[in-house]
């Protein structure tokens, strides 16, 4: 019955020029991760998006059509447990290009809340910490097959204190104990002890890795860098000991965004040691100040090669 | 021509119900709030709601007819300098049940950015810090008239630090310097020149009070309400000397949520002295926690009375 | 040890008045929901706000440590298959009560996407549809005990199509054909044939029903009526004959906000027999109306006897 | 004063890792822009961003200061009218690489809703209407001096009709006329009289240009672009001649995502006739689909060159 209705879409269009992404997006699908350890399978409701590439011969890429293929692909790449979420972007944007000839580049990407299960630094109490994950696959269509990029990458909040604003707050309190007597020895060793305070604030750490698909990129791996990246790791549930502990320990760790995405490279490049050299390497710091209503940024974009180069040069 | 056309939503519907509200929301238009001391009018792009209530017999509100008409309604009132944007709401709901005899209530309402002109505390430096503004006005057909009653209201971003951790820190340092031998009155007085570090974050309050529509509201009033009742303002620009003095002084004003509710109905009793007891005030406070990924809320909803009340009690 | 630490929160403020809500937003947690017919459990991440109120004698409601408490009452509750939602909510906010002697009353409320199973209407094609599901529980203090109140609601997405201009369509194409030479009576038989354009939309419908705790209140039920309420359900997947098939019927059907209210309205008096007259029905629709930037609003708030009235003189 | 402060920020950091951007976003300004004719300017609530690269061997890009220095340039450059928004972008970016000489790129950004004047297609009706406008200035250091790029364009939205469903429709209704008795012929000559109705929707079409500092890329011309591309423009007004005539267009210009991309590229072929064949052009088209929960995407990104060579071809 389908066949007989008309194909607006394969017809040549008036204006033929070509078109780069072709698709949808907000695409809202239940995911089920497989887990390690016989460990029921999490179900998520992912965000995805699809695009193929458009010749400029063809009027439409029969969003709807394509879209009930890679539904269906969809379907049934995640009726079977996988552990990596992104070898389901990969296995989309692999059969998408076998199916429609017209296109010589495929790309699914897909986006999701994940639940972290943490345990608090003293009291060793369960939580449950949100994340976000993604992932993304590019399909590109070559003389000797389909050849996949993808990306694997991860977005954490946790928590920052200023270092310039701990300094100054320093010299203040030494210039108050200085007036009142006391030597210089005795203040810097009374400082040891006591933590000045600063501003501190959410800030949210971002990793995203691109290789080709056969490297192993593991997303528990990039979740641990971030959340050790940042002055203190934040938790949904504080007793009194363990609120003072991370408070005090995030004192004791003051960063600017420029260095949660220095120490966030230095991880990668001692941890994903395995990772090729022309990996791209994407890192951002994002800090919502809390002296400002604006946010604080920093980035990095450079290749594997480069951040090792740059690391040992500075050892 | 446009008699001629026929009028489905003025004839009978199907299933008689009454509506309470049939109308239009994120509706943007331009409104031009005047300035005392001849500045220069700041002209916002505002998002309107606009609703009126609907009878059993009506099957539409005509939304494109009544629709026109507001907007002309709303054309006319801004192209006059207006000092107060409720008086805009109350003149757009007062027409509307003028211009609908079907309809026996009429709710119009506006919210939008807004830019203050602050200076920093030490170096008196300029900076325009955003702030969002919000009014309503609710119109109902009376045998004697319509009678108004409207909202005026602000949400205000601004810095809040946490009692409980600094106290908890504060234990932390004294037993520090006790195991030093230092004794309890030299640690107190020590104390007293070193403010404790604690969590600190951004917060956001929100003030909203309804009343009759001939009573005045000041805006301003409300907004400097919002800003004295967190534990610091916040500034988009801050020098070095800027930044000690906000920091210190935050961490010299600990306060919970509740303190900051607390805070505004007090200063709303003491500073809106001719706000009769009728009227209703809301008062919200939300921080941004820099140890969780979730927020605190604290709410108050009450009459001016009751506030009063509760407060000559405490006295 | 924690109970040698200081207790900010349990002292007297220094501003003694009463908070209405003092408690944590945007908790995110895992909530396993059970399934009937043996089918595993869909594990969704939803979104609490968790609130109690607080005498004028105490400064903090100790949100960390209530929070735990909060948080051991969920991590328990979710352990076991729940069926409805809305029990959860109930247990927590009933053991907030029974924690916190201070509180007089306590809220706990949960906000989730929920995707529902369905087939397209010709070629039945499996599809998931997103939906958004939410619960809340008010628990109130009395000499007899704990007294609960709920809310249970959903809100899904439709399509409506313009009744008014699909009249005008009407009109003007009636004009050309009798300007051609036809008949009134041709006119009108050929136009039983051929639906008239018109403009349509997403829509989203919203029904909340508050209840005692008893009551029981499927959601399922409630989704149902919002997906038979607009001009047609849509798909995430639909082939050609799908495709002619549901923009036809929703020509077949054309509605404005009113009419999704007032159907929703209807279906509820029909379908929720057993639901007590004081029980609080809420119903909106919102229309992202393709010929405007803004969108169209309808919204009916009343108790169940005052629909059943309305509906039973209607007829 | 701030001279004598600690400079946590120039000292070397501990892990030597060059930063792509370091910087601040979401700032909030007012920015006024001057209109041609003598018109009284508009001041609009602007949301900026602002880069700097940083040294391997720099701690911090030290945003408190620099942002002073970026704050004061927008200030001066805002006092004096500009037409052109990319100009105040480019001008705040040049500064910021004369100030900081360890910097060797600034990227300065803003973006911002902006009310078009627009006049309904029958009644001549004025109405306001939303739309979205950015900027961008990326300066680099050179050998001669700096050298800046910059992008302009916005997001507008329009309304879309489906190719696909109004073909399925009309072979719908051709087949039951069919039934009827009626010829192929008369069937041609009477749906010429009749649009065929289809599924329709809000969407979002948008331009940027990229392109040499000297460049003239008018504001206008883009906007005026994307509202010509789509099957209708929307109105926030309309009375119900305009709603008809509307519908009736829209219905009369069936567009898929991907004619709106390839329309606004021949049209931006067409009107930018000086733009040089280097100049990036980067064009999306977002379907709201009223028939689905998700959107439908279309993109093309090129030079100006290979987009004229395109056309050129296909004519």
New interface residues.
């Given amino acids: 019955?389908?066949t007989e209705?008309?194909d607006?879409?394969a017809s040549p269009?008036?204006?033929?020029?070509?078109?780069?992404?072709?698709?949808?997006?907000?695409?809202?699908?239940?995911v089920e991760v497989a887990r390690a350890g016989g460990k029921r399978p999490?179900?998520?409701?992912s965000d995805f998006?699809i695009?193929v590439d458009?010749p400029?011969e063809m009027?439409?890429?029969n969003?709807?059509?394509n879209?009930?293929a890679m539904?269906e692909v969809l379907?049934e790449a995640i009726s079977m447990p996988i552990y990596e979420v992104e070898e389901l972007c990969s296995e989309v944007a692999r059969r998408l290009l076998l199916l429609h000839d017209y296109a010589t580049t495929a790309e699914v990407g897909m986006r999701s809340?994940y639940?972290l299960k943490r345990k608090t630094p003293v009291m060793k109490?369960?939580?449950?910490?949100?994340a976000v994950i993604f992932a993304e696959a590019k399909a590109y269509r070559t003389p000797s097959g389909v050849r996949i990029k993808k990306i694997v990458g991860a977005e954490v909040?946790g928590?920052t204190t200023c270092?310039?604003?701990q300094?100054?707050?320093k010299?203040?309190?030494s210039e108050?104990?200085r007036e009142?007597g006391m030597g210089e020895e005795e203040i810097e060793s009374?400082l040891q002890?006591?933590?000045?305070?600063?501003?501190?604030?959410?800030g949210r750490g971002m990793i995203s890795i691109e290789a080709e698909d056969e490297v192993k990129i593991p997303m528990d791996k990039i979740i641990r860098i971030i959340e050790a990246s940042m002055s203190?790791k934040?938790?949904?549930?504080?007793?009194?000991?363990d609120?003072?502990a991370?408070?005090?320990s995030?004192?004791e760790k003051p960063m600017?965004?420029?260095?949660c995405?220095?120490?966030m490279?230095?991880r990668v490049v001692e941890n994903f040691t395995e990772l090729p050299d022309d990996s791209t390497i994407t890192i951002v710091q994002?800090n919502?100040?809390?002296?400002?209503?604006?946010?604080?940024?920093?980035?990095?974009?450079?290749s594997m090669g480069d951040?090792r180069r740059?690391?040992g040069?500075?050892e």
Same sequence: chains 1, 2, 3, 4.
Avoid at 13 to 18: A, F, L
Avoid at 193 to 202: A, D, F, G, K, V
């Fill in positions: 019955m389908s209705l008309p607006v879409q269009p008036d204006i033929k020029i070509n078109l780069t992404r072709v698709g949808v997006k907000n695409v809202k699908k239940l999490v179900i998520l409701i998006h695009f458009l400029s009027k439409g890429a969003l709807s059509r879209f009930e539904y379907e809340e639940m109490i369960s939580c449950q910490e949100p909040v928590m270092p310039c604003a300094e100054l707050m010299e203040r309190v108050r104990l009142r009374l002890l006591i933590p000045m305070p600063t501003h501190n604030q959410r203190s934040t938790y949904e549930v504080l007793k009194r000991p609120e003072a991370i408070v005090e995030a004192h600017f965004v420029e260095d995405v220095r120490e490279a230095k994002i919502e100040e809390s002296i400002h209503q604006h946010d604080a940024v920093a980035e990095r974009v450079a951040l740059e690391l040069a500075s």
